[in-house]
């Protein structure tokens, strides 16, 4: 994998994006969530080189989450879109959560070529009215959409963290300080164990007085995957308190 965010020479991606496209199904994916995510694990499965998504299991897992949440979360901002395998089911989760309310999905991706198949990927499923796609460093995107007032103070009902490990903190802490989560907002950062992120777990378990004074208090549930190579990751969730 290079550092740009895709297998280095962005074909694994473009695989997708082919194969997708190219499918004898391809009438039945188009506005169908569902069998769009389908299609993508089909090609997951059968690629021998990795597609780097959520995956099933922790897909179940954030929905079962954002489910349960107390009151339904409208606004996902989503750190990290890769080919959209995660903002596809997530954002169809959440249009389906909250029948008859207007939700936005925002999701930000520095690689420009994920972000334009995500794009593709978002327009083939019908929900261009839910998902937003942002091209460029994910801090560099909400600071302008804040400064654009396009989010505004306490209008951050979820976050997935799910881009470069080394960016949790700092776009994490940037969010506090603009002040976009509320009470009851909901962190979940993914691949806690692999490739490990031990310096954002140490963060959101600190305590109020060792933080800044926009820095919130979190409650932590942690919850283990075994993954296909038999080692086992931890999702963080992590409401404001
Ligand atoms: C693990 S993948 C995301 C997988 C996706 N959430 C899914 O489950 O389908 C990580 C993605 O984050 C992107 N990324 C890394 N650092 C970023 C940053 N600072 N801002 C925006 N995107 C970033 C990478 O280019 C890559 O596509």
């Given at each position: 994998m290079s550092g740009r965010g895709q297998s280095n020479d962005g074909s694994v991606e473009l695989g997708v994006l082919k194969y997708v496209h190219e499918h004898p199904s391809i009438s039945t994916v188009r506005g169908n969530p569902s069998a769009l995510v389908r299609t993508i694990e089909e090609y997951a499965s059968t690629?021998?080189?990795?597609?780097m998504t959520v995956g099933p299991a922790k897909r179940d897992y954030i929905v079962s989450v954002l489910a349960r949440a107390p009151p339904g979360p409208k606004v996902f901002l989503e750190f990290?879109?890769?080919?959209g395998y995660s903002a596809v089911s997530l954002g169809a989760a959440l249009r389906e959560l909250n029948q008859g309310y207007e939700v936005k999905y925002l999701t930000f991706e520095v690689n420009p070529m994920n972000a334009a198949i995500t794009s593709s990927f978002v327009e083939l499923a019908g929900l261009k009215n839910v998902i937003d796609v942002h091209v460029g460093p994910a801090a560099e995107s909400v600071r302008r959409l804040f400064e654009e007032g396009n989010l505004t103070k306490q209008s951050v009902d979820f976050m997935l963290l799910d881009h470069w490990k080394n960016f949790y903190v700092a776009d994490l802490q940037m969010c506090e300080e603009l002040g976009l989560?509320?009470?009851?907002s909901i962190v979940l950062a993914d691949n806690i164990l692999i490739p490990g992120a031990p310096e954002y777990l140490a963060y959101i378990k600190q305590g109020r007085a060792e933080k800044s004074r926009e820095g919130h208090r979190y409650e932590i549930h942690m919850e283990n995957f075994l993954m296909s190579h038999g080692h086992t990751d931890q999702v963080a969730v992590a409401t404001v308190v």
């Open positions: 690629s021998r080189r990795h597609l990290g879109a890769y080919v989560l509320r009470k009851g």
